[in-house]
């Protein structure tokens, strides 16, 4: 399955903005989402991740609260919805999908990955 991210752009602290992430290939609506996020010289980490089945999701500390996750298995589609963005926030996203049902936070669990989409908050 290949992972197309969008959505990303310079926002101002305390703004929104939405992540898309669209499969091809194949569906992925019995495959676990996920989404991550790296800034240079470091790891990527850990920010969402979400079942098939869209049972309770799995978020990083330091998003929760203000950053959502769901798909649209019709539209082979995940989104991350940001909200309340702060600085710290700026990152390339990634999104991921794995088959195992999951929402582990270990980046070796996911095997497909989308390109990144860069999201700036800034005054």
């Known amino acids: 399955v290949q992972l197309q991210a969008s959505g990303g752009g310079l926002v101002q602290p305390g703004g929104s903005l939405r992540l898309s992430c669209t499969a091809s290939?194949?569906?992925?609506?019995?495959?676990?989402v996920a989404w991550f996020r790296q800034t240079p010289g470091k790891e990527r980490n850990f920010v969402a991740a979400?079942?098939?089945?869209?049972?309770?999701?799995n978020y990083a500390d330091s998003v929760k609260g203000r950053f959502s996750i769901s798909r649209d298995n019709a539209k082979n589609t995940v989104y991350l919805q940001m909200n309340n963005l702060k600085p710290e926030d700026t990152a390339v996203y990634y999104c991921?999908?794995?088959?195992?049902?999951?929402?582990?936070?270990?980046?070796?669990?996911?095997?497909?990955w989308g390109q990144g989409t860069q999201v700036t908050v800034s005054s």
């Open positions: 991921a999908t794995s088959i195992q049902s999951t929402t582990t936070p270990r980046t070796s669990t996911w095997t497909s």
């Open positions: 290939g194949r569906t992925f609506a019995r495959n676990s």
């Open positions: 979400l079942r098939w089945s869209n049972s309770i999701p």
